[in-house]
Antibody
Framework: EVQLVESGGGLVQPGGSLRLSCAASGFTSSDHYMDWVRQAPGKGLEWVGRSRNKGHSYSTEYAASVKGRFTISRDESKNSLYLDMNSLKTEDTAVYYC?????????WGQGTLVTVSS | DVQMTQSPSSLSASVGDRVTITCRASQDINNELTWFQQRPGKVPKSLIYDASSLQSGVPSKFSGSGSGTDFTLTISSLQPEDSATYYCLQYGDHPFTFGAGTTVDIK
């Protein structure tokens, strides 16, 4: 069964940092483009960034709202994807989803909540 | 950036009705558009990809059409379990962008 499980969310102060993890199972994540999408409480969906597959050197793209603050990386040995978030702002408060970018965005994790507040 | 204009923002329809939701892109995105359903408190679920291809396991009452800048999601016969918010997403150009969503209620 194809599955994505996020972890690492929590409460962090403005200006702080956090690392989210996404563990993939049932498929080899390095073969696929992978994305992060977030949803602020009561709001719509916002694309955060993409990591292309191994064949494309895991190159990345980011939304303007997070570029320079967030970094997507991979660990092939753990079949995992990461989102390093720095200089966090209150407006980064959201549920963060890890998504497989195949056939559109076909598989989503359950999400992990990040709350940025003092 | 590609702006996605989704309409209507909400609608209320009866069981058995045919429902149509549209997304308009501010520039040509070919057919690189996907539709999601998000029930309250749940994870988004992919319905349609590449504008008109049905995601595996999704009922055939959902269909997508369009290319270029104008796209449509149709639910052929609305059922109570279709009560949800529907989003489009363009992946034809970075940064990817979502529509604002359409909330579908059952009368």
């Amino acid at each position: 069964e194809v599955q994505l499980v996020e972890s690492g969310g929590g409460l962090v102060q403005p200006g702080g940092s956090l690392r989210l993890s996404c563990a993939a199972s049932g498929f080899t994540s390095s073969d696929h483009y992978m994305d992060w999408v977030r949803q602020a409480p009561g709001k719509g969906l916002e694309w955060v960034g993409r990591s292309r597959n191994k064949g494309h050197s895991y190159s990345t793209e980011y939304a303007a709202s997070v570029k320079g603050r967030f970094t997507i990386s991979r660990d092939e040995s753990k079949n995992s994807l990461y989102l390093d978030m720095n200089s966090l702002k209150t407006e980064d408060t959201a549920v963060y989803y890890c998504v497989r970018g195949l056939r559109g965005f076909d598989c989503w994790g359950q999400g992990t909540l990040v709350t940025v507040s003092s | 950036d590609v702006q996605m204009t989704q309409s209507p923002s909400s609608l209320s329809a009866s069981v058995g009705d045919r429902v149509t939701i549209t997304c308009r892109a501010s520039q040509d995105i070919n057919n690189e558009l996907t539709w999601f359903q998000q029930r309250p408190g749940k994870v988004p679920k992919s319905l349609i990809y590449d504008a008109s291809s049905l995601q595996s396991g999704v009922p055939s009452k959902f269909s997508g059409s369009g290319s270029g800048t104008d796209f449509t999601l149709t639910i052929s016969s609305l059922q109570p379990e279709d009560s949800a918010t529907y989003y489009c997403l363009q992946y034809g150009d970075h940064p990817f962008t979502f529509g604002a969503g359409t909330t579908v209620d059952i009368k």
